[in-house]
Structure formats: structure tokens, C-alpha cells
Nanobody
Framework: QVQLYESGGGLVQPGGSLTLSCATS????????MEWYRQAPGKERELVAT???????KYSASVRGRFTISRDNTAKTIYLQMNNLQPEDTAIYYC????????WGQGTQVTVSS
């Protein structure tokens, strides 16, 4: 059974930092590109960052330079280091696998507010 478990969200002030984690199981993690999405209230789910099998990365324009995606193939986990967080980063953050496209975790809430 494929499982994705996001954690690390919380409440942070503008300019602050958080690191999200996504632990996975049930599929060949090392053979899958992985992604972080987010969904803000009333908005569609947005692709934030992608990390490919060879650890190449890609970011949306809205987070480039502030967020860093990484992966640990031994731990079957991806991370999202988020710096200089702004109120517009407030959303539920989800991880996703290229090869398990129908599977989503429960997400982790990130709230940026003073």
C-alpha cells in the first residue's frame, strides 16, 4: 500500500522558516521523481517544487530562491526547506510521487502570520 505522510507544518511569523518532511512507503522511492504541492483556501492546488531521480530540482517562480527541495533515498523521504516565509505561502502542503499519481497524503498546514 502506497503511503505519503507529510509533517513539519505550523504557525510561523513572516520572514521565518520551516522544514517539511514527507515520509513514504509502498513503492520504489528511488525510481520516482517527487513533488511538493500546496493549496491555499479557495485556490487550486499549485506545484511548488520537483526533485528528479538524479536530484535535479525545479521550482515555481513564487518560491524560487526561498525554498529548497531535497530527498533521502535511504530514508524514502523528501524535504522542503522554506525560508523567508510570507503570508501568501499559507496553505496546506502535500507531497506527491510521479509514479503514484493517484495517491496523496493528508497534507500539513503552514500558516504564516504575525
Amino acid at each position: 500500500q502506497v503511503q505519503l505522510y507529510e509533517s513539519g507544518g505550523g504557525l510561523v511569523q513572516p520572514g521565518g522558516s520551516l522544514t517539511l518532511s514527507c515520509a513514504t512507503s509502498g513503492f520504489r522511492f528511488s525510481g520516482s521523481a517527487m513533488e511538493w504541492y500546496r493549496q491555499a483556501p479557495g485556490k487550486e492546488r499549485e506545484l511548488v517544487a520537483t526533485i528528479y531521480i538524479g536530484s535535479e530540482t525545479k521550482y515555481s517562480a513564487s518560491v524560487r530562491g526561498r525554498f529548497t527541495i531535497s530527498r533521502d533515498n535511504t530514508a524514502k523521504t523528501i524535504y522542503l526547506q522554506m525560508n523567508n516565509l510570507q503570508p501568501e505561502d499559507t496553505a496546506i502542503y502535500y507531497c506527491h510521487s510521479y509514479t503514484q499519481s493517484n495517491v496523496w497524503g493528508q497534507g500539513t498546514q503552514v500558516t504564516v502570520s504575525s
